[in-house]
């Protein structure tokens, strides 16, 4: 990693509230290119939120957040920023589109209809498939997958473009064990062959300290931000985050997009 290049994200003591209580409190976190960086904390400790804040979906009351060394509300280059949701993964069986329709949905938004690609973009669609290990399944209708197929699907839409930075908000919710083990083994392909750096929000802390460099906790406020190896010497962190934490069942609901 090289930590004299600017840092990716930039947040400086954000405070968030939605209602009165701060759900964020006096938050810094700086993300260099190239890391993969694990943010865990329990339910309802502002995880999302701090996404949504990095992505200018919310706008702090108090502090700054840049991308890519530009404050987030100036910010217009969004094909740098790949960003696959905590409820990504649940298309039912009847959904009227293909695998290809919906990656290429990552190049030009819903209204990219595959008929207006040219070549140059259905290469990149087919690329974007066989990166994650998906092209023999373009022409499927995206319903008929497993859970662990269409988050790979989810993948490749967010890769279309290009990006250098990927967020992933929960991604193996709903994902049996094993294929959640084969895509944290894509994450961290992508992550060290092609350099994409990676955030990744997730419960399951003892399966994701095996891929990540680094890793922050967070409840409200950063309790810890370090690279893996101190995280695992921290016999605090890791007992309070590593293990009370990854248990935890989500409920979230089915997909609506
Ligand atoms: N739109 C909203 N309006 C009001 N409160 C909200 C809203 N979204 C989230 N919250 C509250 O903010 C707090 C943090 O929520 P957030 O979704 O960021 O946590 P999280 O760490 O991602 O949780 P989980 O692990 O359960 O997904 C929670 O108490 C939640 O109830």
Same mark, same amino acid.
């Given at each position: 990693m090289d930590r004299t290049q600017k840092p990716v994200i930039d947040i400086q003591h954000i405070t968030y509230r939605y209602e009165r209580s701060p759900v964020l409190d006096d938050v810094s976190l700086t993300v260099q290119p190239g890391t993969f960086l694990g943010l865990v904390g329990p339910n309802g400790s502002g995880k !999302?939120? /701090?996404?949504? /804040?990095m992505l200018g979906l919310l706008k702090p009351q108090m502090g700054d957040v840049r991308l890519f060394d530009t404050e987030v509300r100036k910010f217009s280059n969004w094909g740098k920023i790949g960003y696959v949701s905590q409820k990504a993964n649940r298309f039912n069986a009847g959904f009227p589109a293909t695998v290809f329709e919906v990656v290429s949905m990552g190049l030009f938004g819903p209204v990219g209809l595959c008929r207006f690609l040219g070549k140059k973009e259905r290469t990149r669609v087919h690329e974007a498939l066989d990166t994650v290990g998906m092209k023999a399944y373009a022409k499927? *209708?995206?319903g008929r997958l497993s859970g662990g197929q269409q988050q790979r699907v989810f993948i490749a839409r967010a890769l279309v473009s290009n990006p250098e930075l990927l967020i992933l908000d929960e991604p193996t919710v709903g994902v049996d064990a094993n294929a959640a083990q084969r895509f944290y083994d894509l994450l961290a392909a992508l992550n060290q062959q092609h350099g994409l750096t990676l955030i990744l929000v997730s419960h399951d802390v003892g399966t994701m300290t095996r891929y990540v460099s680094d890793i922050a906790c967070l409840n409200q406020r950063l309790h810890f931000h370090g690279s893996k !190896? +101190?995280?695992? +010497?921290? *016999?605090?962190?890791?007992? /309070?985050?590593?293990?009370?934490?990854q248990h935890v069942v989500h409920e979230h609901g089915e997909l609506t997009q």
């Open positions: !999302s939120t /701090l996404i949504r /804040l499927q *209708p995206i !190896s +101190e995280f695992e +010497e921290n *016999p605090d962190f890791s007992a /309070l985050y590593g293990h009370e934490v």
